[in-house]
């Protein structure tokens, strides 16, 4: 027996929240996952089950199985629940087509979705992630399905729907804006165009995947501190710390614990009081699996290893939070 307190009871007693992004399969086939997730977090978001296309098997038909697997046990365990998302470019239902909507039913089409997925959770979910990535990384307006029928209106419409059915405090999510740049810039001054049109949005997320070049933590903080002067919330959503797989550093589990020290700290500073890590465990990154990512990045971004041992990144967070 230790005294040690889980990183969980660190956040608890810091009034902070720290979250783990969650695959229901794991949930269900592996006990060590579970027990790992419900004694270290305080906080989960479905990693894939919320999004539109693992939501909408056919046209006429919803599957809430697996988001509902994950809901449930945030709620069983007393946890915050984050809802990752509502409108997206990505991971559209494949039998869905834009060209067989007019615009007019594409928006209807977006609304009967917001509608239905967040109302279904309604006293459930914390907060949602109501669009994600809808800015390109030069700063432009992304070119998604939803931007080239309905223009900008869409964001605000989003938004407006999802507050019409869910009590949930309401989030615009993005990569890559985590730090002052061009990217970011561009984010706040949608979201201030959003706002003076009267859209609900209570915040931002920044995802912070920290993929080979990481942010500078000062600039993080300023950027939360300007988002937060908007009037809006701060979260970090998708946090993962990796390397260049061709450069990583001699010491890479010590760089991976000193930068996620130093952002929750930036985040603890700035009066952010949630970060998310976008998965329990090394074994069960995206960074493995996803494209040719694990050729390019190095494959152990979390605060747990394959074998649900604590790694030096653990302790640098709960060190940061008892700070
Ligand atoms: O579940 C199917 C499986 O049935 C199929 O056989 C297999 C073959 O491709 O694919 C499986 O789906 C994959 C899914 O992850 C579940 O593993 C998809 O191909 C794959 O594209 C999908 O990747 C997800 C990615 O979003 C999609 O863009 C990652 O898991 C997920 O971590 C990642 O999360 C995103 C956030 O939502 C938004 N911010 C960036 C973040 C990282 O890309």
């Known amino acids: 027996m230790t005294d040690e307190p889980t990183l969980r ?13 969650i695959d229901p399969d794991a ?8 027990r790992t997730a419900s004694n270290e977090f305080n906080a989960v978001t479905p990693e894939n089950a919320l999004k539109m296309g693992p939501l909408r098997p056919s046209r006429d038909t919803y599957d809430f199985g697996d988001a509902d697997a994950v809901v449930d046990f945030g709620d069983r365990n007393d946890m915050y629940v984050r809802g990752h998302v509502l409108v997206w470019h990505n991971q559209k239902p494949d039998w869905f087509q834009a060209w067989d909507y007019t615009d007019d039913q594409l928006r209807e089409f977006l609304r009967e979705h917001v509608h239905t997925v967040a109302g279904r959770y309604h006293g459930r979910i914390d907060a949602w992630d109501v669009v994600n990535e809808a800015v390109a990384d030069d700063g432009s307006m992304r070119d998604t399905v ?21 009590d949930a405090d309401l989030y615009y999510n993005d990569y890559g804006a985590d730090a002052i740049n061009e990217k970011s810039d561009a984010i706040y001054d ?8 009267g859209a609900p949005i209570d915040g931002v997320g920044l995802q912070m995947h920290a993929l080979g070049d990481h942010p500078d ?11 937060q002067d908007l009037g809006l919330d701060v979260q970090i ?14 010491n890479p589990d010590k760089v991976q614990a000193e ?18 890590t976008w998965g329990v465990h090394d074994a069960s990154t995206w960074l493995r699996t996803f494209r040719d ?9 979390l605060l747990f290893d394959d074998r649900y041992d604590e790694k030096p990144a653990y302790d640098a967070v709960k060190g940061a939070l008892r700070d």
Do not use: Q
Request: charged share 35%.
């Open 27 to 34: 949930l269900r086939s592996d006990p060590s996952y579970w």
């Open 259 to 276: 930068f996620y020290r130093d952002v929750i700290a930036a985040c603890r500073d700035a009066g952010c009081d949630t970060v998310v």
């Open 146 to 166: 939803w931007y080239d029928a309905l223009g900008e209106d869409y964001l605000a419409d989003a938004f407006r729907w999802a507050d019409e059915v869910s």
């Open 237 to 250: 959503t998708e946090m993962d710390v990796a390397f260049h797989a061709d450069d990583p550093p001699a």
């Open 190 to 197: 949608l979201l201030e165009r959003l706002l003076d049109r």
């Open 217 to 227: 933590p000062d600039s993080v903080a300023e950027n939360i501190r300007r988002f």
């Open 9 to 21: 009871e660190a956040a608890d007693d810091s009034d902070f929240r720290i979250g783990a992004a």
């Open 293 to 301: 990512f694990s050729d390019r990045f190095t494959g152990d971004p």
